[in-house]
Protein backbone atom coordinates (compact mmCIF):
# COMPACT_ATOMS: atom_id res chain seq x y z
CA UNK A 1 0.00 0.00 0.00
CA UNK A 2 1.53 3.28 -0.51
CA UNK A 3 0.55 5.21 2.78
CA UNK A 4 0.49 1.45 3.24
CA UNK A 5 1.53 1.16 0.52
CA UNK A 6 20.36 -24.45 2.03
CA UNK A 7 21.83 -28.09 3.77
CA UNK A 8 24.49 -31.46 3.57
CA UNK A 9 25.52 -33.67 5.72
CA UNK A 10 27.55 -36.80 5.28
CA UNK A 11 29.42 -39.10 8.19
CA UNK A 12 31.22 -42.24 9.14
CA UNK A 13 30.20 -45.45 9.54
CA UNK A 14 30.48 -44.96 13.69
CA UNK A 15 27.75 -42.64 13.34
CA UNK A 16 25.78 -41.19 16.58
CA UNK A 17 21.94 -39.82 15.87
CA UNK A 18 18.95 -38.78 17.51
CA UNK A 19 15.85 -38.73 15.52
CA UNK A 20 12.17 -37.12 16.48
CA UNK A 21 9.92 -38.26 13.83
CA UNK A 22 6.16 -37.78 15.22
CA UNK A 23 3.92 -40.61 14.65
CA UNK A 24 1.10 -39.06 12.38
CA UNK A 25 -2.17 -37.83 13.32
CA UNK A 26 -4.58 -40.89 13.47
CA UNK A 27 -7.12 -38.38 11.48
CA UNK A 28 -4.65 -38.32 8.99
CA UNK A 29 -3.23 -41.61 8.59
CA UNK A 30 -5.39 -43.49 5.85
CA UNK A 31 -4.19 -44.21 2.46
CA UNK A 32 -3.99 -41.48 -0.39
CA UNK A 33 -6.45 -43.69 -2.44
CA UNK A 34 -8.87 -42.85 0.61
CA UNK A 35 -8.92 -38.82 0.09
CA UNK A 36 -10.49 -36.77 -2.73
CA UNK A 37 -11.59 -33.40 -3.38
CA UNK A 38 -14.49 -31.53 -3.03
CA UNK A 39 -16.01 -28.17 -4.54
CA UNK A 40 -18.89 -26.78 -3.22
CA UNK A 41 -21.32 -23.49 -3.04
CA UNK A 42 -21.79 -21.03 0.17
CA UNK A 43 -21.81 -18.20 1.37
CA UNK A 44 -19.65 -15.61 3.77
CA UNK A 45 -20.68 -12.53 5.52
CA UNK A 46 -18.42 -9.70 5.86
CA UNK A 47 -19.45 -6.60 8.02
CA UNK A 48 -17.96 -3.05 7.35
CA UNK A 49 -19.11 0.76 8.08
CA UNK A 50 -22.11 2.18 5.92
CA UNK A 51 -20.93 3.93 2.75
CA UNK A 52 -21.93 4.14 -0.50
CA UNK A 53 -19.90 4.43 -4.42
CA UNK A 54 -20.89 5.66 -7.53
CA UNK A 55 -21.50 3.16 -10.45
CA UNK A 56 -17.80 3.63 -11.71
CA UNK A 57 -16.61 2.62 -7.63
CA UNK A 58 -15.81 6.26 -6.98
CA UNK A 59 -16.40 7.57 -3.02
CA UNK A 60 -19.64 9.16 -2.95
CA UNK A 61 -18.93 12.33 -0.49
CA UNK A 62 -20.16 12.23 2.90
CA UNK A 63 -21.60 8.87 2.75
CA UNK A 64 -18.94 7.27 5.46
CA UNK A 65 -21.12 6.41 8.68
CA UNK A 66 -18.86 5.21 11.66
CA UNK A 67 -21.67 4.85 13.63
CA UNK A 68 -23.44 2.11 11.55
CA UNK A 69 -22.22 -1.33 10.79
CA UNK A 70 -24.07 -3.42 7.81
CA UNK A 71 -23.29 -7.06 6.70
CA UNK A 72 -22.68 -8.01 3.36
CA UNK A 73 -23.05 -11.63 2.06
CA UNK A 74 -21.16 -13.04 -0.37
CA UNK A 75 -20.99 -16.22 -2.67
CA UNK A 76 -18.53 -18.68 -2.36
CA UNK A 77 -16.96 -21.53 -3.82
CA UNK A 78 -15.34 -23.78 -1.49
CA UNK A 79 -12.26 -26.21 -2.23
CA UNK A 80 -11.80 -29.38 -0.01
CA UNK A 81 -9.78 -32.08 0.40
CA UNK A 82 -8.77 -34.11 3.29
CA UNK A 83 -5.73 -30.98 4.37
CA UNK A 84 -7.09 -27.84 3.34
CA UNK A 85 -10.44 -26.08 2.92
CA UNK A 86 -10.10 -23.05 0.74
CA UNK A 87 -12.88 -20.27 0.35
CA UNK A 88 -13.04 -18.32 -3.04
CA UNK A 89 -14.47 -15.22 -3.45
CA UNK A 90 -15.18 -14.61 -7.30
CA UNK A 91 -17.50 -11.58 -6.85
CA UNK A 92 -14.81 -9.17 -4.68
CA UNK A 93 -11.67 -9.02 -6.12
CA UNK A 94 -11.04 -12.66 -7.27
CA UNK A 95 -9.63 -13.62 -4.32
CA UNK A 96 -9.06 -16.57 -1.86
CA UNK A 97 -10.48 -15.39 1.45
CA UNK A 98 -9.28 -18.72 3.74
CA UNK A 99 -6.93 -21.55 3.71
CA UNK A 100 -8.17 -23.27 6.44
CA UNK A 101 -5.08 -26.41 7.65
CA UNK A 102 -7.33 -28.79 8.93
CA UNK A 103 -4.64 -31.05 11.00
CA UNK A 104 -3.93 -28.26 13.21
CA UNK A 105 -7.67 -26.17 12.46
CA UNK A 106 -6.05 -22.94 12.21
CA UNK A 107 -6.83 -20.31 9.95
CA UNK A 108 -3.44 -18.77 7.27
CA UNK A 109 -5.09 -15.78 5.83
CA UNK A 110 -6.02 -12.85 7.41
CA UNK A 111 -9.28 -11.23 6.93
CA UNK A 112 -11.15 -8.05 8.25
CA UNK A 113 -13.65 -8.25 10.62
CA UNK A 114 -15.44 -4.82 9.62
CA UNK A 115 -14.21 -2.89 6.57
CA UNK A 116 -13.46 0.73 6.96
CA UNK A 117 -13.22 3.03 4.16
CA UNK A 118 -9.90 5.11 4.11
CA UNK A 119 -7.63 7.21 1.52
CA UNK A 120 -10.44 8.92 0.47
CA UNK A 121 -9.31 11.70 -1.75
CA UNK A 122 -5.59 11.41 -0.85
CA UNK A 123 -4.86 10.29 -4.55
CA UNK A 124 -3.11 7.33 -3.29
CA UNK A 125 -5.57 4.59 -4.59
CA UNK A 126 -7.19 3.99 -8.29
CA UNK A 127 -10.48 4.67 -7.01
CA UNK A 128 -9.41 7.76 -4.88
CA UNK A 129 -10.10 5.14 -1.88
CA UNK A 130 -9.33 1.57 -0.61
CA UNK A 131 -10.88 -0.66 1.62
CA UNK A 132 -8.91 -3.61 2.96
CA UNK A 133 -10.60 -7.11 3.41
CA UNK A 134 -8.02 -10.13 3.07
CA UNK A 135 -6.84 -13.06 1.10
CA UNK A 136 -4.98 -13.65 -1.66
CA UNK A 137 -5.76 -11.62 -5.27
CA UNK A 138 -4.21 -10.67 -8.12
CA UNK A 139 -3.63 -6.64 -8.89
CA UNK A 140 -3.02 -4.69 -11.91
CA UNK A 141 -2.76 -2.65 -14.60
CA UNK A 142 -1.66 -0.25 -11.59
CA UNK A 143 0.22 -0.69 -8.64
CA UNK A 144 -1.13 0.14 -4.87
CA UNK A 145 -3.85 -2.42 -5.06
CA UNK A 146 -5.24 -1.68 -8.73
CA UNK A 147 -8.26 -1.60 -9.87
CA UNK A 148 -9.85 -4.90 -9.62
CA UNK A 149 -9.81 -5.41 -5.74
CA UNK A 150 -13.94 -4.97 -5.37
CA UNK A 151 -14.71 -5.63 -8.95
CA UNK A 152 -16.60 -9.14 -9.51
CA UNK A 153 -14.71 -11.65 -11.16
CA UNK A 154 -16.54 -14.61 -13.74
CA UNK A 155 -16.26 -18.02 -12.19
CA UNK A 156 -16.22 -21.28 -14.09
CA UNK A 157 -14.99 -24.74 -13.32
CA UNK A 158 -12.40 -26.50 -15.71
CA UNK A 159 -11.86 -29.78 -14.44
CA UNK A 160 -13.18 -31.67 -11.79
CA UNK A 161 -12.55 -35.39 -11.08
CA UNK A 162 -12.23 -37.04 -7.23
CA UNK A 163 -8.49 -36.78 -7.65
CA UNK A 164 -8.09 -33.07 -8.74
CA UNK A 165 -10.36 -29.53 -8.96
CA UNK A 166 -9.34 -26.70 -10.79
CA UNK A 167 -11.65 -23.79 -10.91
CA UNK A 168 -11.03 -20.28 -12.93
CA UNK A 169 -11.48 -16.47 -12.15
CA UNK A 170 -11.36 -14.06 -15.17
CA UNK A 171 -11.19 -10.59 -15.40
CA UNK A 172 -10.60 -7.99 -18.32
CA UNK A 173 -9.39 -4.58 -17.86
CA UNK A 174 -11.93 -3.00 -20.05
CA UNK A 175 -12.46 0.01 -18.19
CA UNK A 176 -11.81 3.34 -16.62
CA UNK A 177 -12.31 5.56 -13.91
CA UNK A 178 -12.47 8.97 -15.07
CA UNK A 179 -11.66 10.53 -11.45
CA UNK A 180 -9.06 7.98 -11.20
CA UNK A 181 -5.67 10.22 -9.90
CA UNK A 182 -3.37 11.56 -12.53
CA UNK A 183 -0.63 8.89 -11.53
CA UNK A 184 -2.99 6.09 -12.33
CA UNK A 185 -3.07 4.63 -16.53
CA UNK A 186 -6.27 4.21 -18.41
CA UNK A 187 -7.87 0.81 -19.49
CA UNK A 188 -5.33 -2.07 -20.76
CA UNK A 189 -6.59 -4.06 -22.82
CA UNK A 190 -5.78 -7.00 -20.17
CA UNK A 191 -7.54 -9.94 -19.81
CA UNK A 192 -6.70 -12.13 -16.72
CA UNK A 193 -7.08 -15.27 -15.18
CA UNK A 194 -6.22 -16.63 -12.01
CA UNK A 195 -6.58 -20.90 -12.07
CA UNK A 196 -6.97 -22.47 -8.55
CA UNK A 197 -6.32 -26.33 -8.38
CA UNK A 198 -6.48 -28.47 -4.96
CA UNK A 199 -5.39 -32.22 -5.19
CA UNK A 200 -6.00 -35.34 -3.56
CA UNK A 201 -3.61 -35.90 -1.28
CA UNK A 202 -1.98 -32.88 -0.97
CA UNK A 203 -1.59 -30.34 1.89
CA UNK A 204 -0.83 -26.98 -0.53
CA UNK A 205 -2.80 -24.92 -2.92
CA UNK A 206 -1.65 -24.56 -6.39
CA UNK A 207 -2.25 -21.32 -8.51
CA UNK A 208 -1.55 -19.70 -11.74
CA UNK A 209 -2.08 -16.42 -12.53
CA UNK A 210 -2.51 -15.87 -16.60
CA UNK A 211 -2.36 -12.18 -18.37
CA UNK A 212 -3.00 -11.89 -21.82
CA UNK A 213 -2.34 -8.44 -23.48
CA UNK A 214 -5.43 -7.92 -25.97
CA UNK A 215 -4.22 -5.27 -27.76
CA UNK A 216 -2.31 -5.53 -30.73
CA UNK A 217 0.57 -3.16 -29.36
CA UNK A 218 2.70 -3.14 -26.56
CA UNK A 219 1.29 -1.90 -23.24
CA UNK A 220 3.27 -0.76 -19.97
CA UNK A 221 1.54 -2.13 -16.50
CA UNK A 222 2.30 -3.78 -13.19
CA UNK A 223 1.10 -6.58 -11.91
CA UNK A 224 1.34 -7.65 -8.20
CA UNK A 225 -0.10 -10.79 -6.12
CA UNK A 226 -1.18 -9.60 -3.26
CA UNK A 227 -0.99 -11.65 -0.01
CA UNK A 228 -2.64 -11.31 3.26
CA UNK A 229 -0.82 -13.36 5.72
CA UNK A 230 -1.97 -14.41 9.01
CA UNK A 231 -0.81 -18.22 9.57
CA UNK A 232 -1.73 -20.30 12.91
CA UNK A 233 -4.81 -18.01 13.06
CA UNK A 234 -8.44 -18.85 15.06
CA UNK A 235 -10.57 -19.12 11.78
CA UNK A 236 -12.89 -16.72 13.51
CA UNK A 237 -10.33 -13.94 14.18
CA UNK A 238 -7.67 -14.39 12.45
CA UNK A 239 -5.04 -11.98 13.37
CA UNK A 240 -0.81 -11.54 13.09
CA UNK A 241 1.01 -11.95 16.50
CA UNK A 242 4.29 -10.50 17.77
CA UNK A 243 5.78 -13.90 16.68
CA UNK A 244 5.34 -13.83 13.06
CA UNK A 245 8.90 -13.71 11.10
CA UNK A 246 8.89 -13.03 7.64
CA UNK A 247 11.06 -15.80 5.85
CA UNK A 248 12.60 -14.71 3.01
CA UNK A 249 15.88 -15.96 1.13
CA UNK A 250 17.33 -12.08 1.31
CA UNK A 251 19.67 -9.65 2.67
CA UNK A 252 18.84 -6.54 2.47
CA UNK A 253 15.92 -4.05 1.73
CA UNK A 254 15.22 -0.55 0.85
CA UNK A 255 12.43 1.39 1.16
CA UNK A 256 10.86 4.97 -0.19
CA UNK A 257 11.73 8.19 1.50
CA UNK A 258 8.47 7.79 3.61
CA UNK A 259 9.26 4.96 5.31
CA UNK A 260 13.36 5.46 5.65
CA UNK A 261 12.11 5.08 9.60
CA UNK A 262 11.85 1.35 9.21
CA UNK A 263 14.88 0.25 8.64
CA UNK A 264 15.98 2.55 11.98
CA UNK A 265 16.85 -1.05 13.87
CA UNK A 266 19.20 -2.63 11.39
CA UNK A 267 22.40 -1.59 9.83
CA UNK A 268 22.99 -0.17 6.52
CA UNK A 269 24.28 -2.07 3.86
CA UNK A 270 24.38 1.26 1.91
CA UNK A 271 23.03 4.61 1.23
CA UNK A 272 19.30 3.35 1.01
CA UNK A 273 19.79 -0.42 1.88
CA UNK A 274 19.59 -1.60 5.55
CA UNK A 275 20.03 -5.78 6.68
CA UNK A 276 17.21 -7.36 6.89
CA UNK A 277 17.43 -8.40 10.26
CA UNK A 278 15.30 -7.08 13.18
CA UNK A 279 12.50 -6.39 10.29
CA UNK A 280 11.94 -9.54 9.83
CA UNK A 281 9.81 -10.00 13.08
CA UNK A 282 6.74 -8.38 12.99
CA UNK A 283 6.83 -7.21 16.44
CA UNK A 284 9.94 -4.94 15.04
CA UNK A 285 7.72 -2.62 13.08
CA UNK A 286 7.79 0.59 14.43
CA UNK A 287 5.22 2.14 12.07
CA UNK A 288 2.79 1.58 9.14
CA UNK A 289 5.73 1.43 5.84
CA UNK A 290 7.21 -0.29 2.65
CA UNK A 291 9.93 -2.47 2.71
CA UNK A 292 11.07 -4.07 -0.68
CA UNK A 293 13.77 -6.85 -1.40
CA UNK A 294 17.19 -5.56 -2.22
CA UNK A 295 17.77 -5.21 -5.20
CA UNK A 296 14.98 -7.91 -6.02
CA UNK A 297 14.12 -11.55 -5.31
CA UNK A 298 17.70 -12.54 -6.79
CA UNK A 299 15.86 -15.86 -7.66
CA UNK A 300 15.15 -17.19 -4.58
CA UNK A 301 11.62 -18.99 -5.30
CA UNK A 302 9.94 -18.86 -1.64
CA UNK A 303 8.87 -16.16 1.02
CA UNK A 304 5.76 -16.41 3.51
CA UNK A 305 5.19 -15.96 7.27
CA UNK A 306 5.54 -17.97 10.30
CA UNK A 307 4.09 -17.42 13.23
CA UNK A 308 6.52 -18.72 16.33
CA UNK A 309 3.82 -18.75 18.85
CA UNK A 310 3.23 -21.81 17.26
CA UNK A 311 5.42 -22.83 14.61
CA UNK A 312 2.88 -22.60 11.78
CA UNK A 313 3.72 -20.69 9.03
CA UNK A 314 2.48 -20.30 5.22
CA UNK A 315 4.86 -20.52 2.42
CA UNK A 316 4.69 -19.18 -1.61
CA UNK A 317 6.69 -20.55 -3.91
CA UNK A 318 7.32 -19.54 -7.04
CA UNK A 319 9.92 -19.10 -9.88
CA UNK A 320 10.90 -15.32 -8.56
CA UNK A 321 12.96 -14.29 -11.92
CA UNK A 322 8.94 -14.21 -13.27
CA UNK A 323 7.91 -12.04 -9.89
CA UNK A 324 11.21 -10.58 -9.03
CA UNK A 325 9.96 -8.31 -6.39
CA UNK A 326 8.85 -8.67 -3.04
CA UNK A 327 7.19 -5.96 -1.20
CA UNK A 328 6.42 -6.04 2.65
CA UNK A 329 4.00 -4.30 4.57
CA UNK A 330 2.66 -3.63 7.79
CA UNK A 331 0.71 -0.92 9.80
CA UNK A 332 3.49 -1.40 12.68
CA UNK A 333 3.17 -3.91 15.91
CA UNK A 334 2.89 -0.82 18.38
CA UNK A 335 -1.18 -0.10 17.56
CA UNK A 336 -1.41 -3.91 17.63
CA UNK A 337 -0.31 -4.49 22.02
CA UNK A 338 -3.89 -3.70 23.20
CA UNK A 339 -6.88 -5.83 21.49
CA UNK A 340 -9.90 -3.85 20.89
CA UNK A 341 -13.48 -4.82 19.74
CA UNK A 342 -13.07 -4.52 16.00
CA UNK A 343 -16.83 -3.24 16.16
CA UNK A 344 -17.06 -0.73 18.89
CA UNK A 345 -13.49 0.96 17.25
CA UNK A 346 -13.12 -0.08 13.35
CA UNK A 347 -9.92 1.02 11.92
CA UNK A 348 -8.07 0.48 8.77
CA UNK A 349 -5.34 -0.42 11.13
CA UNK A 350 -5.37 -4.54 11.49
CA UNK A 351 -2.82 -6.87 12.55
CA UNK A 352 -1.82 -8.44 9.00
CA UNK A 353 1.48 -8.98 7.43
CA UNK A 354 1.08 -7.79 3.73
CA UNK A 355 3.55 -9.55 1.52
CA UNK A 356 3.76 -8.58 -2.64
CA UNK A 357 4.79 -10.91 -5.47
CA UNK A 358 5.63 -8.48 -8.72
CA UNK A 359 6.76 -8.25 -11.85
CA UNK A 360 9.25 -5.53 -11.26
CA UNK A 361 11.15 -4.25 -8.27
CA UNK A 362 8.38 -1.53 -6.69
CA UNK A 363 5.42 0.16 -7.35
CA UNK A 364 5.48 2.63 -9.77
CA UNK A 365 8.26 0.54 -11.75
CA UNK A 366 6.77 -0.29 -15.34
CA UNK A 367 7.05 -3.49 -17.04
CA UNK A 368 6.07 -4.10 -20.66
CA UNK A 369 3.52 -6.59 -22.26
CA UNK A 370 4.13 -7.24 -25.64
CA UNK A 371 1.37 -6.90 -28.27
CA UNK A 372 -0.94 -10.11 -27.98
CA UNK A 373 1.43 -11.49 -25.02
CA UNK A 374 0.90 -13.50 -22.10
CA UNK A 375 2.78 -13.71 -18.78
CA UNK A 376 1.86 -16.58 -16.32
CA UNK A 377 2.56 -16.92 -12.98
CA UNK A 378 2.86 -20.48 -11.17
CA UNK A 379 2.24 -20.05 -7.55
CA UNK A 380 2.10 -22.62 -4.75
CA UNK A 381 1.11 -21.96 -1.09
CA UNK A 382 1.65 -24.61 1.36
CA UNK A 383 0.58 -24.35 5.17
CA UNK A 384 3.73 -25.23 7.57
CA UNK A 385 3.71 -26.76 11.21
CA UNK A 386 6.74 -27.46 13.10
CA UNK A 387 9.21 -25.21 11.03
CA UNK A 388 11.16 -22.31 12.42
CA UNK A 389 12.70 -21.64 9.55
CA UNK A 390 12.94 -22.48 5.23
CA UNK A 391 16.00 -22.64 4.10
CA UNK A 392 15.05 -24.69 0.47
CA UNK A 393 11.37 -25.35 -0.90
CA UNK A 394 9.76 -26.52 -4.21
CA UNK A 395 6.38 -27.56 -4.83
CA UNK A 396 6.70 -30.99 -3.09
CA UNK A 397 9.15 -30.21 0.04
CA UNK A 398 10.05 -27.58 2.44
CA UNK A 399 12.77 -27.84 4.51
CA UNK A 400 14.77 -26.15 7.42
CA UNK A 401 18.80 -27.32 7.00
CA UNK A 402 21.52 -26.13 9.53
CA UNK A 403 24.85 -27.81 11.11
CA UNK A 404 25.96 -26.34 14.48
CA UNK A 405 29.20 -27.54 15.76
CA UNK A 406 28.97 -30.88 15.94
CA UNK A 407 25.54 -32.03 14.82
CA UNK A 408 23.29 -31.50 12.10
CA UNK A 409 19.42 -30.65 12.27
CA UNK A 410 16.74 -30.70 9.72
CA UNK A 411 13.26 -29.84 10.31
CA UNK A 412 10.90 -30.59 6.88
CA UNK A 413 7.16 -30.26 6.14
CA UNK A 414 6.09 -32.55 3.35
CA UNK A 415 3.54 -31.33 0.58
CA UNK A 416 2.09 -34.77 0.29
CA UNK A 417 2.12 -36.08 3.72
CA UNK A 418 0.70 -39.44 3.09
CA UNK A 419 3.80 -40.41 0.55
CA UNK A 420 6.80 -42.55 2.50
CA UNK A 421 9.65 -40.80 2.54
CA UNK A 422 13.53 -42.25 2.61
CA UNK A 423 15.45 -39.09 4.34
CA UNK A 424 19.43 -39.29 4.02
CA UNK A 425 22.22 -37.24 5.57
CA UNK A 426 25.71 -37.72 4.80
CA UNK A 427 29.13 -36.65 5.25
CA UNK A 428 31.18 -37.31 2.10
CA UNK A 429 30.74 -41.22 2.30
CA UNK A 430 29.80 -41.55 5.66
CA UNK A 431 26.27 -42.00 6.32
CA UNK A 432 24.47 -40.05 9.21
CA UNK A 433 20.93 -40.77 9.06
CA UNK A 434 19.19 -43.11 6.20
CA UNK A 435 15.99 -44.23 7.52
CA UNK A 436 12.39 -44.83 5.56
CA UNK A 437 10.05 -41.29 6.88
CA UNK A 438 6.73 -41.13 7.30
CA UNK A 439 5.19 -36.97 7.29
CA UNK A 440 3.73 -36.14 9.95
CA UNK A 441 1.22 -33.46 8.52
CA UNK A 442 0.12 -32.30 12.42
CA UNK A 443 3.67 -31.70 13.64
CA UNK A 444 5.63 -31.20 11.25
CA UNK A 445 9.06 -34.31 11.49
CA UNK A 446 12.33 -33.50 13.08
CA UNK A 447 15.71 -35.34 12.42
CA UNK A 448 18.58 -34.57 14.61
CA UNK A 449 22.23 -36.50 13.62
CA UNK A 450 25.58 -35.93 15.22
CA UNK A 451 28.28 -35.60 13.07
CA UNK A 452 31.71 -37.54 13.84
CA UNK A 453 35.33 -35.99 13.60
CA UNK A 454 36.80 -38.53 11.19
CA UNK A 455 33.84 -37.65 8.68
CA UNK A 456 35.29 -37.21 5.18
CA UNK A 457 34.21 -33.79 4.15
CA UNK A 458 33.40 -30.49 4.71
CA UNK A 459 29.97 -30.32 3.74
CA UNK A 460 27.10 -32.22 5.00
CA UNK A 461 24.65 -33.59 2.46
CA UNK A 462 20.69 -34.03 2.49
CA UNK A 463 18.53 -35.99 0.02
CA UNK A 464 14.80 -37.00 0.40
CA UNK A 465 13.54 -39.07 -1.86
CA UNK A 466 9.84 -41.18 -2.28
CA UNK A 467 9.83 -44.69 -1.49
CA UNK A 468 10.24 -45.16 -5.24
CA UNK A 469 13.67 -43.27 -4.75
CA UNK A 470 12.80 -40.40 -6.78
CA UNK A 471 14.41 -37.18 -5.30
CA UNK A 472 12.25 -34.89 -4.36
CA UNK A 473 15.05 -32.31 -3.13
CA UNK A 474 18.68 -32.69 -2.07
CA UNK A 475 20.62 -29.59 -0.31
CA UNK A 476 24.07 -29.17 1.23
CA UNK A 477 25.49 -26.97 3.84
CA UNK A 478 29.17 -26.41 5.07
CA UNK A 479 29.94 -27.70 8.38
CA UNK A 480 31.44 -24.78 10.36
Known sequence: ????????????????????????????AASPESDSVSLSESSIRWSTLKYATTPENGFVDGSLDKTVIVDRTFRTRVLENRYLKVTLVPEFGGRIISIIYKPTGHEQLYRTEVGLPYGIKAGDFYYDWMMVYGGIFPTFPDPEHGRTWLKPWDFRVVSQTASEVTVAMSLTDDFAYAAAPKRFTGESGIAATTYVTLKAGRAALDTRVVLRNTQPRSIAYEYWTCTTLAPGSDPNHPKTTGGAEIIAPITAYTTPAWSANLGDGDA?????????????????????????????????????????????????????????????????????????????????QQPYVELWAGVSDQFFHDVHLPASGELSVAETYSPTVGLSNVTQANASILINLAVEASHANLQFFSLEPAAPLRVTLKRGDAVMFDEAVTADPKNGNHVSANIPSDGSGDRVQLTIRTAEGRELIAAEVKIR
Request: proline share 6%; hydrophobic share 45%; with cysteine.
Open 268 to 348: RTGPDTWRFDKLRYFRNWPTMGIAYAAPDMQGGNFWGVINHDNEEGIIRIADNTVTRGLKMWTWGFPSFTHETDARKAPSE
Open 1 to 28: MAVHAALNIRIGVAVAFIVALCAPHAAY
